[in-house]
Structures are given as structure tokens and as C-alpha cells.
């Protein structure tokens, strides 16, 4: 099933690239609910879909830090499409998101150049880490520190500079880990696409004027995969 996202916004053009591709893959869109809860140590659990890259979405949570009070506690909860790591006062976490399968192409044949998460909302920081392995067992990890909201991206080129063939993946690892006690983000959807910016038509007379794109719209197509 295909599901069309439009925005249209005024941006510089030196932002995050858009996501521009016709051929975008999704990892995980949020369409199947999940929670899990923990004061201290660690829970994991695992939901299964078809719309789910691999078909099963695993999570883990670790409480790293606590107030040792039983109703201050660290949550993934992924409900109406959207995924949320959540701290209570006192409270911090790593929280995992792992998809597994034998071998796929995040490229689609060469159409995708990385992936982007979108982030809703956020409060505090939080560093997110990808870990892409391909099925011969070569990983890299990705890591970025993160304290606004928007369009995280994660390029290609630097998971097949250190070895790791894109084209044969067999796992996804998005790994997040709050900074500070209390500290809350929400995500609502994982994707590999085209991240790069469309091209910008130079003025009739042939001079860019500025460094300014104004106004503007992208569309994100995310087919959900098996």
C-alpha cells in the first residue's frame, strides 16, 4: 500500500535535504501500536506486521539512570502512527529499535540515498545512532546528536565508504539515548529515500538570487515493504 506525505515550506537551501524520491522504502511508518514501561533495568518486546521492515519491529529499553522511585519511569510508546521515547523527571534510557531480514536493497536499485526520520517533537537532546549490517556481517554505525525538532538524515556514503553493502541489508538498528534526565522525543516515520535537493532553476536573467529558496513543496512516497 502507497501513502503520499506533501509539505510545502520556505527553507534555506543550505537545510537538510528533502525527501524527494518516488522510490522511498519504509522502515517503519508506526501503524502498529506498542509500549513498554521500566523504572529500572531492561524490557524488551516485539511486535509483528507486514508493513514493518523484515516484518517485526524489536524493541529494548534500559533505564540508565532513575530516581529510585517506582512511578518515575522511562516508556517507548508507538501509538497512531507515531514513536515515542519518553523520561520522567530523574529518568534517562537507551531505547532500541531493531529490524532484521536475510538480504534488501535500502537503494532500490540506486534511487535512495539514505534515510530520514522525522521528528515531531522534542525536549532535551537525545544522540541517535543507525547501524546498518549487510548479510555477510559487515556494520557501521552512524551516530548524531540531536536537540530540535525535524528531518534527521542518515547518507549512504558513509556506511559503503567503511564496507557495508546497502544493497544486501539484513538489519536496521536505530539506537537512541537520552542526554539529560526528563528529556522526551517523538518520531513518526523511518524511511529510506532520495535525499537529494531538488535542483534550483536559475532566474531568467541567470543569476541566483540569493541563497534562498522561496517557498517550495516535497513529496515523500513511502511504500511499505515486507
Avoid: C, H, W
Wanted: net charge negative.
Amino acid at each position: 500500500m502507497n501513502a503520499f506525505k506533501s509539505i510545502a515550506a520556505a527553507a534555506l537551501l543550505s537545510v537538510t535535504p528533502v525527501i524527494a524520491s518516488a522510490a522511498s522504502v519504509t522502515i517503519d511508518d508506526f501503524s502498529v501500536d506498542q509500549f513498554v514501561e521500566i523504572a529500572t533495568g531492561t524490557i524488551t518486546d516485539n511486535v509483528a506486521d507486514a508493513g514493518i521492515f523484515g516484518g517485526d519491529r524489536d524493541v529494548s529499553l534500559t533505564a540508565t539512570s532513575g530516581t529510585g522511585n517506582p512511578g518515575n519511569k522511562s516508556a517507548i510508546s508507538v501509538f497512531g502512527g507515531e514513536a515515542s521515547v519518553g523520561n520522567a523527571s530523574g529518568q534517562s534510557s537507551v531505547s532500541d529499535f531493531l529490524y532484521t531480514t536475510t538480504s534488501f536493497d535500502l537503494t532500490d536499485s540506486g534511487s535512495n540515498t539514505g534515510i530520514a526520520i522525522n521528528m515531531s517533537s522534542l525536549l532535551g537532546s537525545f544522540d541517535f545512532d543507525l547501524t546498518l549490517t549487510d548479510s555477510v556481517g559487515n556494520f557501521f554505525t552512524s551516530n548524531q546528536t540531536v536537540a530540535t525538532n525535524g528531518f534527521l538524515t542518515f547518507v549512504f556514503s558513509n556506511f559503503t565508504t567503511a564496507g557495508v553493502d546497502v544493497t544486501d541489508t539484513a538489519s536496521v538498528l536505530l539506537q537512541i539515548t537520552s542526554n539529560a534526565p526528563g528529556s522526551d522525543v517523538t518520531f513518526d516515520f523511518i524511511e529510506a529515500s532520495d535525499l537529494t535537493p531538488p535542483s534550483v532553476p536559475l532566474p531568467a536573467g541567470g543569476v541566483l538570487l540569493g541563497s534562498i529558496l522561496l517557498g517550495g513543496a516535497f513529496v515523500a512516497k513511502r511504500r511499505k515493504t515486507s
